[in-house]
């Protein structure tokens, strides 16, 4: 496979690491193992339940992922070294992005219908004991309309940043850093889904047993997706998962919680954007418990996620290359073996 443009010289610039595009393309690889898993479990989960994918939907998704990798891989394996990083970081990552939004929420329903008990309960009571409980915060934002409308807005912002990400990253060179997050934002999904398979839960409203029209000023037709869509899974009315209409199931750990974090540890470094998109997704994790109906232990959870799933995708930078400082200071001089073997000091064996 040939280098990408840019790889054979160290970067110079400040934010070294985030520009090397061959370190970038060994982290795209690697983000290829964990979709590949979570592509394969859906196959597997849908062949052993009753569920099926609604397919001119996920047929549509699956089809614009696979021409923008086309065009990326196309463009990488033609032009070798002339390889434009920014051309195919860009729309690989958008590529791997759909694909993978298309994998993880047809895969949350798969774990969803394993069916173990329901956790709201005990979800419940872990905030309670932490001295947070959730209904006072409800309350409090239903009697504030205009915080409740600041916060449904926010809640809604967590898929705008997926495609504006790899925009932003890659028009700022941080190539390396893009692929950061992939791997980073891959591995809090598929950890997110394993746990919800143990601690399944539908939410605050249910926990409660509040009934939403007590706070009108409050948008709750998300918990009411949730609410729908686990009690039909569980019953096994639920069978045809369109893409379009899945609900966001997983409550603990809350990947809204976890996904504002990546995002704005990925956007930090990127001057007039970071400070923005910090205060944007504070509000997204401020908008969680009571628009998304999440234990407040959800948030903790998410939030620890995403920082071990960052560490997580970092150590794997380090470990790539310390390995390969390894294998070049152990692998043979072969211009100081020639010199020597001219001198007659050396043969050319191994």
């Known amino acids: 496979m040939t280098a990408v443009k840019g790889s054979a010289e160290p970067p110079r610039n400040s934010h070294k690491i985030d520009e090397d595009p061959q370190a970038a393309w060994q982290l795209f690889n690697a983000n290829w193992l964990i979709i590949a898993v979570m592509g394969s479990l859906l196959a597997l989960g849908l062949t052993s339940t009753n569920l099926r994918l609604e397919p001119i939907a996920f047929g549509t998704t699956l089809a614009i992922a696979a021409a923008l990798l086309a065009v990326a891989y196309h463009h990488r394996l033609t032009r070798g070294d002339r390889t434009d990083p920014k051309l195919f970081f860009s729309l690989g990552t958008i590529g791997q992005v759909i694909l993978t939004c298309a994998i993880v929420g047809p895969l949350s329903y798969v774990a969803g219908a394993i069916g173990y008990p329901l956790q709201d309960q005990a979800l419940l009571s872990v905030d309670r004991a932490?001295?947070?409980?959730?209904?006072?915060?409800?309350?409090?934002?239903?009697?504030?309309?205009?915080?409740?409308?600041i916060l449904s807005r926010a809640y809604g912002l967590i898929k705008w940043p997926l495609l504006g990400i790899p925009i932003v990253l890659v028009l700022t060179a941080r190539y390396a850093r893009l692929q950061l997050f992939m791997l980073a934002m891959s591995v809090a999904l598929a950890v997110a889904i394993a746990i919800s398979v143990f601690v399944p839960a539908i939410g605050t409203y249910y926990g409660l047993q509040l009934p939403p029209a007590r706070y009108p000023n409050i948008d709750t037709s998300v918990y009411a997706g949730q609410l729908r869509d686990i009690l039909a899974l569980r019953d096994g009315s639920l069978r045809e998962l369109g893409l379009f209409k899945l609900a966001g199931i997983v409550s603990f750990p809350s990947f809204h919680a976890a996904s504002a974090v990546l995002y704005m540890w990925a956007l930090w470094p990127v001057r007039a954007v970071g400070g923005i998109a910090a205060t944007i997704n504070i509000l997204m994790i401020a908008a969680t418990p009571v628009i998304g109906a999440h234990y407040l232990i959800d948030l903790v959870g998410g939030i620890l996620l995403a920082v071990a799933s960052i560490l997580a995708a970092t150590s794997y930078l380090k470990w790539l290359k310390r390995t390969q400082r390894t294998s070049a200071a152990s692998a043979p001089d072969w211009s100081q073996k020639l010199v020597n073997c001219a001198n007659g000091s050396q043969t050319l064996s191994p």
């Open 130 to 149: 932490l001295g947070l409980d959730p209904e006072p915060i409800i309350r409090y934002v239903n009697d504030h309309p205009w915080l409740a409308i």
